[in-house]
């Protein structure tokens, strides 16, 4: 059974830092691309950023220079570190896992920047 538990999660003030975790079970983490989306109310799920299996990244351009996502493959964990937060980041982020021909989805974890 695949598993995706997203974490650290919260309130935080614009100019502050969060850093979300997405641990799995169920799939061998080292051959899954990852990533995490976000959804805002009344808006559809969105592209944050993805990171592949040999640790290339990728990211919307809003979150480019802001936001680091990262991988360990030994806690079969990813990472997604957010500084600079703005309130336009306010969202529930979800955590992605691509595992051979399936798409895989934590439960999400709010994150709210106050102005």
């Known amino acids: 059974q695949v598993q995706l538990v997203e974490s650290g999660g919260g309130l935080v003030q614009a100019g502050g830092s969060l850093r979300l975790s997405c641990s799995t079970s169920?799939?061998?983490?080292?051959?899954?691309?990852m990533g995490w989306y976000r959804q805002a109310p009344g808006k559809q799920r969105e592209l944050v950023a993805t990171?592949?299996?040999?640790?290339?990244?990728n990211y919307q351009d809003s979150v480019k220079g802001r936001f680091t996502i990262s991988r360990d493959n030994a806690k079969n964990t990813v990472y997604l570190q957010m500084n600079s937060l703005k309130p336009e980041d306010t969202a529930v982020y979800y955590c992605n896992a691509k595992y051979w021909s399936s798409n895989y989805w934590g439960q999400g974890t709010q994150v709210t920047v106050s102005s």
């Open positions: 990171i592949t299996t040999g640790g290339s990244t």
């Open positions: 169920g799939i061998i983490f080292g051959i899954a691309p």
